[in-house]
């Protein structure tokens, strides 16, 4: 490419140059099944996941996954949570105003029920928390798979009372 040409990077190009990692390295980003070197190491406040290239911790009062470090460098800001909102927009505010029909869902607050860590008989790390929501009228399963190189699978289920407004979208 010409200096002077207009280059359009993919998103996960743009993620990548901005986190410093080599996109090379997402290419095939696929759980290794057989694989090993996974270790779990519990504390008194989270659960750490060692893989072969950086360190993975979920904390155990909110069930987040905080901290991701990947080759000595974190990868996340904040801890990472389900949201079942978004911002209003000015359409929102002068128009529908979805805070107030769906407000269950912008009201809603997670409650941690449970959150178990366990190896896979395939040498994978899973971790699985449930969140109640909504006066116990949803509830929230998330589970992450994580492969010795530190992939991360993310898998989730919402099972909400067909009496709860829809979420917003």
């Known amino acids: 490419i010409a200096s002077n040409q207009l280059t359009i990077l993919p998103a996960h190009e743009k993620v990548t140059k901005h986190a410093n990692m080599n996109p090379k390295d997402l290419e095939a980003q696929t759980l290794n099944r057989n694989s090993s070197g996974i270790k779990i190491h519990e504390t008194d406040s989270s659960w750490q996941i060692n893989t072969k290239k950086g360190l993975i911790s979920f904390k155990k009062s909110t069930g987040a996954l905080n901290s991701y470090v990947w080759k000595g460098k974190e990868q996340i800001v904040?801890?990472?949570?389900?949201k079942f909102t978004r911002p209003l927009t000015d359409n929102d505010k002068r128009g529908w105003k979805p805070n107030r029909k769906l407000w269950q869902w912008y009201q809603a607050s997670l409650q941690l029920k449970s959150m178990q860590v366990k190896s896979t008989s395939d040498g994978l790390a899973k971790v699985t928390v449930l969140?109640?929501?909504i006066n116990d009228s949803a509830k929230l399963q998330l589970q992450y798979l994580i492969d010795s190189n530190g992939v991360?699978?993310?898998d989730y289920s919402l099972k909400a009372d067909p009496a709860l407004p829809n979420i917003p979208k």
């Open 78 to 82: 904040q801890p990472l949570l389900p």
């Open 131 to 133: 969140y109640h929501l």
């Open 152 to 154: 991360v699978q993310v």
